[in-house]
Every structure is written in structure tokens, then in C-alpha cells.
């Protein structure tokens, strides 16, 4: 899969400086909702300016963990400090902290103007100020003419852009994301990843998203950080994360890999070499492996990352090679996806870019194969 | 020519017609009629609109006295608007008392909204004439409520609660309260939790938040519950005739005297069409709000 975060022009990683201060600090935030634990003990840190992506299927914690931040629910245990000051006991009227909401949350009884003025109609405003900060919004988001329309009246990319302009009249402090493009087409989508990006640039607010769509986290996000089950599996910039998952559920939640399972069987300064504990192959990695020999380990290759040719008359796996057969050829026009059946019975996938312009494949159903990589896409992941 | 059946929908649609025009348009044309005949010593007690004169002429006597005595006796116009009056504050109590009491059916726990909502409307199963009846053992000098009142030592004679004014607006704000819950209710569970936590989250106190959200929303609701409560009450006849004092002349009374005590019926018609006619005002205006916010 292509993977491309959308660039940030001189953007600083203060993550990486030990001196720089945290914006939004949450500190072992704990909720339970009677037996179920949808936030287990997490502790994170976002830096001012950053458009950090809480990504996690249903049920991993994300939205709960969002809607403490907005103040609409409490933790149990844990603190949240925004800007250094604690807001665990701060209702959500009085937060410095503005969310759009997945389902927009337009008031339906309001034009797009009143929806837009209505938080600083909450803070008693003057009047001309408000127009003028609705005006400025309207422009930002490209709403200009569409003032006395109500939300049933807009199409859904519209009603996207009013929802952003009414949670970011009010500069807050941070603004909070629900699945802001879930409700969007695919094409539209991707539009409006670059739009509120660069918006989010030029406001310079810090920006919270959830979001279980793992390509709008990596190619939007600063930094993300994969949820599951409540807790945080792993957090990173996108590349970090995708190029060095640290478990099994981050390498096969964020893009698509192929895990195997193997023992340590060797480590030295070149990195390590792990014996397939489902078929007759090594695979070579060029990083230290995180335990000891003779450990269990899974392995995990990315498709993106293997080559796939015909192999060669009676030739056997080997290290960093697999032989199968071609059971399935996916064509997705920028690229090919071939599962490729081992002769254990285990399919894995193998992606090829479409560099070509073939309407015939060199590969092709059922031909016996030979899949290679290199040790540097080898990752070896703690059992 | 080809023999045109009318459509299975056009017969559908003609159903409710057929029945409106039969037992609503067609006695509302009769009592028309009636309202502007003169009155006559006989069976029935009117003369004819359409009369032969001796010359052999077809003639139409409509006699517009009765309306006019309408507008210029001030015991009618009276009548009529202390009718208006006591709807227009039954509507309001009701939806005083009612709108909390939807709105909480409305946040209840789902499996709870339903044994709520039949505990609203479970006065239904017990006759209407015997509810307003039982409020005659509640409210009397040695009713259930002065007893308890004497009885706590409260008072030392009883209270005079029957057939005043309370208990006019107590009988009909019991009887009508189900027509205000239902329509409130069914506004205020549509209405999506998250503008409300929208408007939190943009600065709303959970009172403005009501005030600017919540109430306005709810608006199709409100009306039509004051308008179910306040329609019927306007030609209320059973509540103030056993509850209210005998102050309590209101437009069902009168139009009960004209009609079953002075058997005048020319007159009794006439009073329901202009109170036909000051209902179907407030109910066209209705119409054109729910058109309004349906669009």
C-alpha cells in the first residue's frame, strides 16, 4: 500500500526533544464503563501544533478517551492537564477545548451563519465580532454564499466544512476530531485530508482525530498512537510505526502483513536468524531481535516489501525465500496483490507495483512462485 | 372511448374522503343550514330555508339574526372568550406540567420509555365520564382531600375545592395531559443527545443549551399538544358541567342550554359554527407551521 504523509514544510518534532514541554498531558486516565475497561491506564503526551491520530478499531477506547478530553465524560482515575492546567473537573462548556463531532452535530433549526456564531454567541460576543470571525470562517472553509442555508440544504462534504468552521471559531486551545471524514466519499476524503491539514497548519491549533481508517491517520497525522483494547499498543510517527511495529497486533493493524512464527535461532552484530516453526525456512533480519535465542518470535513481512518471479525449476525456500502457488490475483490498477499459497497450507500476500502497462500478467494463476526480501524488511515482533 | 376505472390509489385516497364528506362536511352543512333558518314552534323547530311563496315562487329566507345576536350579546362573546381563555391556560398548564414529564420519558432507560409511556395513557381504559366523576369524590367538602386536610389538622373546615375554578382546570388538565405528553414526547425522543453535548461543548450551560437547542426543537411538539389540548377544551362540555362553578359559562354549556332548554336550535347551530370557525383558525395556522418545518 502507498503510503504518503502529507508534508510538513520545516515542521519541528518536539516529541524528540526532552526539554520541550507537553501540551496535553494524559496521565494514567483509567474509565470503566461497568465491567468493560475502554480505558486501561494510558499516559500520553501531544505537543502544541501537533495533529495527533488516535487510530483503533471499535471498542479499542479511542472515542472514550476523545470524549474525556472534550469533558463529556470523567475518568475514573488518571489526570488530564491541557496547557498545564487540570480539566478532569471542568464541564465541557467551560474547556478551552472544541470537537467536531462524527455526525456533525449541525443544529438543524440553524442557518450555517447561526451554527458558526453559536459558540461565540456563548460567550457573549459583540455582535460585529461575531460577524466578522463567522465571515473569516466562512472564507477559511469555502463556505462563502452559503450563510443562510440550512444543514439539510448541503451536501455532505458541506455540512463536513460548517462543522469544522463552528468547532474552530472559538480558537481553542485543541481541537478534537471524531472520525472527521467518515461520513465522506472516497474522493472527497482524500480532498479533505490535504484541506484541513493546511488548515490546521496555517491556525497552528493542536488537532486530536480518532479515526479507525489507518490511511487517513498515517498520511494526516504528526504522530500517531494505535489503540486496543483501552491501551495504547504503540505510538509514533506514522513511518515509525508502520516501518517498526512492536507487535503483532500494530504490524497487522496498520497495513497489511504476512506474520509467521519462528524460533531465535542465532544473533549476532549482522542481526538475526529465525528458524520457521510452520515450514523448512529462515528469515534473516539485519535488527537485533528482542529476545534471547531459542525464544518464540513472530516475524512479520510487509507485501510491499517481497519480490515476486516465477521460480526456477526445482527450487526450494530458503532464507528470506518462500515457494508457492498463485491462488488469487487482486488488480488494483496502481498495483497488483497476489496471494500466494505456501505448501503448508498458509497463504500470504505479495504486493507488486503496476510499472508496467500489461493487460497480461507474467504471473499468472497457479504458477509456482518464489518470493524474496531483503533482511531489512524482516521484523521480528515479541511473541 | 375507452371506459376509465379509477385506480386502486384513487380509490384509497377517496376513502377517507367519502368519510369526512359524509360524516363531517355534510352534518357541518346541516348545522350551517340550521344556524340561519329561523326558528318555529314545531318538529323540527325551524322553518324551512327554501319556501314556496302563494304566488308559487321559490324563495330563501336565511335569517342572519341569530349570528348577529352572536357578535353584539355580550353573554356569548363572553361565553366565548372565557372558552378561549380557559383552553389557552389548560394548554399552558398541561404543557408545564407536561413537558418535564416527556422529557423525562425521553431520557429514560429505552426499556423503561415504554411501561412509562402506558402508565400515561392508562387513564384511557377507565371511562372518561367516570374519571371526571371520581375527581367530584376527591375534591367535594367531604372529599378525599379535605378529609386528609381535616385530618392533618390543616384546616378546621373544609375547603371549598368543587366547582370553582381549580377544580375546572384540575379536571381538564387531568383529562387532557396524555394529549400533551405524546406528541412532546415523540419530539423530544427524536431529538439527537449529541446537540446537546455539541452545545456544551461550545460554551452552552445546560439551561442555554435547553433554551437554544432542546426547546426550539421541540416546537412541532409543543404546538401540537397545546393544540390537542386546547381545541377540545374550547367546546369542553362535561368537565365544567360537573367540576366547574356556576361562573364557568363556557361556549359547551351555553350551546347545551340553547339547545336542550330553550330548544332553540337555530341558535344552538349558530354558536357551533362560529365556534367551528374560531377552532378551525388556530388549526389552519397549525397546519401551515407543521408544513412549514416538515419542508
Known amino acids: ?383 | 372511448m375507452r371506459l376509465r376505472l379509477p385506480s386502486g390509489r384513487t380509490l384509497v385516497l377517496a376513502l377517507p374522503f367519502l368519510w369526512l364528506g359524509l360524516f363531517f362536511l355534510a352534518p357541518f352543512l346541516i348545522v350551517a343550514k340550521i344556524a340561519l333558518s329561523e326558528g318555529a314552534l314545531g318538529i323540527p323547530p325551524y322553518a324551512p330555508l327554501l319556501r314556496w311563496t302563494d304566488e308559487g315562487v321559490l324563495t330563501i329566507v336565511l335569517n342572519l339574526g341569530n349570528l348577529a345576536t352572536l357578535v353584539s350579546d355580550s353573554f356569548y362573546i363572553e361565553a366565548y372568550l372565557r372558552s378561549l381563555r380557559v383552553a389557552a391556560i389548560s394548554g399552558v398548564l398541561c404543557l408545564l406540567i407536561g413537558y418535564p414529564m416527556a422529557y423525562a420519558i425521553a431520557r429514560a432507560p429505552e426499556h423503561r420509555r415504554n411501561l412509562l409511556l402506558m402508565l400515561v395513557v392508562l387513564p384511557f381504559w377507565t371511562s372518561f365520564l367516570l374519571r371526571v366523576m371520581a375527581w367530584i369524590g376527591l375534591l367535594a367538602d367531604n372529599g378525599v382531600v379535605n378529609n386528609l386536610l381535616l385530618g392533618l389538622g390543616l384546616v378546621s373546615q373544609p375547603v371549598a375545592l368543587l366547582y370553582t375554578d381549580f377544580a375546572l382546570y384540575a379536571g381538564i388538565v387531568y383529562c387532557y395531559l396524555p394529549f400533551m405528553v405524546l406528541p412532546l414526547y415523540a419530539t423530544l425522543s427524536k431529538l439527537d443527545p449529541v446537540l446537546l453535548e455539541a452545545a456544551a461543548d461550545l460554551g452552552a450551560r445546560p439551561w442555554r443549551a435547553f433554551l437554544t437547542v432542546t426547546l426550539p426543537l421541540s416546537l412541532p411538539g409543543i404546538i401540537a399538544g397545546f393544540m390537542l389540548v386546547f381545541i377540545p377544551a374550547v367546546g369542553e362540555f362535561v368537565i365544567p358541567e360537573l367540576l366547574g362553578g356556576p361562573g364557568a359559562q363556557l361556549i359547551g354549556r351555553v350551546l347545551w342550554t340553547e339547545f336542550f332548554q330553550n330548544r332553540d336550535w337555530p341558535m344552538a347551530s349558530a354558536l357551533a359554527v362560529v365556534l367551528l370557525l374560531l377552532l378551525v383558525l388556530p388549526i389552519a395556522w397549525f397546519q401551515h407551521v407543521q408544513g412549514k418545518g416538515a419542508r
Open chain 1, 1 to 383: 500500500m502507498q503510503q504518503a504523509n502529507i508534508a510538513r514544510p520545516g515542521s519541528a518534532e518536539p516529541w524528540r526533544d526532552p526539554e520541550a514541554e507537553p501540551y496535553v498531558r494524559i496521565l494514567n486516565v483509567t474509565k470503566r464503563f461497568g465491567a468493560t475497561v475502554a480505558v486501561d491506564d494510558v499516559s500520553l503526551d501531544i505537543y502544541r501544533g501537533e495533529l495527533f491520530a488516535l487510530l483503533g478499531g471499535s471498542g479499542s477506547g479511542k472515542t472514550t478517551l476523545l470524549r474525556m478530553l472534550a469533558g463529556f465524560e470523567r475518568p475514573d482515575s488518571g489526570r488530564i492537564l491541557l496547557d498545564g492546567q487540570d480539566v478532569a473537573d471542568v464541564p465541557p462548556y467551560e474547556r478551552p477545548v472544541n470537537m467536531m463531532f462524527q455526525s456533525y452535530a449541525l443544529f438543524p433549526h440553524m442557518t450555517v451563519e447561526q451554527n458558526i456564531a453559536f459558540g461565540l454567541k456563548m460567550d457573549g460576543l459583540p455582535r460585529a465580532e461575531i460577524r466578522d470571525r463567522v465571515a473569516a470562517m466562512l472564507d477559511l472553509v469555502q463556505l462563502k454564499g452559503f450563510e443562510k442555508r440550512r444543514p439539510h440544504e448541503l451536501s455532505g462534504g458541506q455540512r463536513q466544512r460548517v462543522a469544522l468552521a463552528r468547532s474552530l471559531v472559538k480558537q481553542p486551545k485543541l481541537l478534537l476530531l471524531d472520525e472527521p471524514l467518515g461520513a465522506l466519499d472516497k474522493n472527497l476524503r482524500e480532498q479533505t485530508q490535504f484541506e484541513l491539514v493546511s488548515i490546521q497548519e496555517k491556525l497552528g491549533i493542536t488537532f486530536i482525530m480518532v479515526t479507525h481508517d489507518q490511511e487517513e491517520a498515517m498520511t494526516m497525522a504528526t504522530r500517531l498512537a494505535v489503540m486496543n483494547h483501552g491501551y495504547l499498543a504503540q505510538v509514533g510517527t506514522p513511518a515509525e510505526v508502520y516501518e517498526y511495529p512492536q507487535s503483532r497486533f500494530v504490524a497487522e493493524f496498520l497495513g497489511t502483513a504476512n506474520v509467521f512464527e519462528g524460533l531465535i535461532r542465532a544473533e549476532g552484530p549482522t542481526g538475526a536468524l529465525i528458524e520457521s516453526t510452520e515450514f523448512d525456512a529462515f528469515f534473516q533480519s539485519d535488527t537485533d531481535p528482542p529476545k534471547p535465542e531459542g525464544a518464540r518470535v513472530f516475524v512479520a513481512v510487509r507485501p510491499e516489501k517481497m519480490r515476486i518471479r516465477r521460480a526456477e525449476a526445482g527450487e526450494m525456500a530458503g532464507t528470506n525465500r518462500l515457494i508457492g502457488t498463485v491462488r488469487d490475483i487482486a488488480y488494483y490498477g496502481d498495483f497488483f496483490m497476489f496471494v500466494v499459497e505456501l505448501p503448508e497450507g498458509k497463504s500470504i500476500r505479495v504486493s507488486r507495483p503496476n510499472l508496467a502497462r500489461l493487460t497480461e500478467l507474467p504471473i499468472t494463476w497457479d504458477d509456482r512462485v518464489a518470493v524474496e526480501w531483503e533482511p531489512f524488511a524482516t521484523v521480528v515482533l515479541p511473541e
